[in-house]
């Protein structure tokens, strides 16, 4: 089992690592070009660079797809995404980009709409996938987390709340964490049950 380093304990420690990545503040740079509405690089790209530095990885494990989302409820065709996905091809070519407006996504999820980007990141089916990066106008690297950062950071797997509350999603995340094995890559992840529901 690989040795497990937890150089990352919190939120902030994650935007200092981004900042130190040239190579991830130039994907942000060339995502924040096409000024996209609410927009957010996510899951993977962020997820996998946590999983990465935690397991004191020398090299950065390719990315499937470089995930790039934003929420536009004024234009939801799926050719516009292609327009955008081709413009960032030209940009920075040769990298897996996938670009989804998640004003449109919850049709072809079959769920209510969602309100924002983020609101779109929490639906995503585990925790540790819903997390985002993203630039201000200013510059300002930020960074979102709907269920907090702690299961990435403490190598947790487990079905984001919206999934765990409707155990006919259930089986859509179990599938998709065999079929990902990430734990082939990463040995120090954990799978876990769903947190009980909080009442307040």
Not at 70 to 78: A, F, I, K, S, V
Not at 141 to 152: K, T
Request: hydrophobic share 40%; aromatic share 8%.
């Amino acid at each position: 089992m690989q040795q497990i380093h937890k150089r990352i304990h919190n939120g902030a420690d994650i935007l200092r690592l981004v900042e130190e990545d040239a190579w991830m503040m130039g994907i942000l740079e060339t995502a924040r070009t096409l000024q996209l509405p609410d927009w957010w690089v996510c899951a993977g790209f962020v997820r996998s660079k946590i999983w990465d530095v935690q397991h004191g990885f020398p090299e950065r494990t390719p990315l499937a797809d470089i995930d790039v989302i934003y929420y536009d409820p004024g234009d939801l065709r799926e050719e516009t995404e292609k327009c955008h996905e081709a413009e960032l091809q030209k940009l920075h070519p040769g990298l897996p980009w996938s670009l989804k407006n998640q004003a449109r996504m919850h049709t072809v999820n079959n769920l209510p709409p969602y309100s924002s980007a983020a609101d779109g990141m929490s639906k995503f089916p585990e925790t540790a996938t819903a997390l985002g990066l993203s630039l201000t106008a200013a510059g300002q690297l930020i960074l979102a987390a709907p269920h907090g950062a702690a299961d990435a950071i403490d190598l947790v797997l487990r079905p984001a709340p919206y999934f765990a509350a409707r155990p006919q999603l259930l089986p859509v995340y179990e599938k998709r964490i065999r079929s990902k094995n990430w734990q082939r890559i990463w040995s120090g992840l954990r799978i876990l049950p769903a947190e009980p529901p909080k009442y307040t």
